[in-house]
């Protein structure tokens, strides 16, 4: 896997093994809010109603769960992560078709 960013010493896992983001705009989200929406982009490839809506809320409750985080390393953390999972959740569901 190839990341984007260096954070702390460590390559990030923001790009898939391919080298593609889950998405386009992957690069561009530095921000929890670009990344809210970023994530709610990529629910919507997801293949049915019940699982948009289940990420959906995920997504809403770590938002919210984060909200108060202010040291700015632990946040492009965080994002680096959530764009890493998000990849791997399209990836799981997308090949099953």
Same mark, same amino acid.
């Given at each position: 896997?190839?990341?984007?960013?260096?954070? !702390?010493? %460590?390559? !990030? =896992? #923001?790009?898939?093994?391919?080298?593609?983001?889950? =998405?386009?705009?992957?690069?561009?989200? %530095?921000?929890? *809010?670009? #990344?809210?929406?970023?994530? #709610?982009?990529?629910?919507?490839? *997801?293949? !049915?109603?019940?699982?948009?809506?289940?990420?959906?809320?995920?997504?809403?409750?770590?938002?919210?769960?984060? !909200?108060?985080?202010?040291?700015?390393?632990?946040?492009?953390?965080?994002?680096?992560?959530?764009?890493?999972?998000?990849?791997?959740? =399209?990836?799981?569901?997308?090949?099953?078709?």
């Amino acid at each position: 896997m190839v990341g984007a960013y260096e954070c !702390s010493g %460590h390559r !990030s =896992l #923001l790009f898939n093994q391919e080298g593609m983001p889950p =998405l386009a705009g992957a690069e561009l989200v %530095h921000t929890p *809010l670009q #990344l809210y929406r970023y994530l #709610l982009r990529c629910c919507r490839q *997801l293949p !049915s109603t019940a699982m948009q809506q289940h990420y959906r809320h995920a997504i809403r409750q770590g938002y919210n769960s984060h !909200s108060d985080e202010d040291d700015p390393e632990r946040t492009q953390m965080i994002i680096q992560r959530a764009i890493a999972d998000a990849d791997w959740i =399209l990836d799981k569901y997308t090949k099953k078709k």
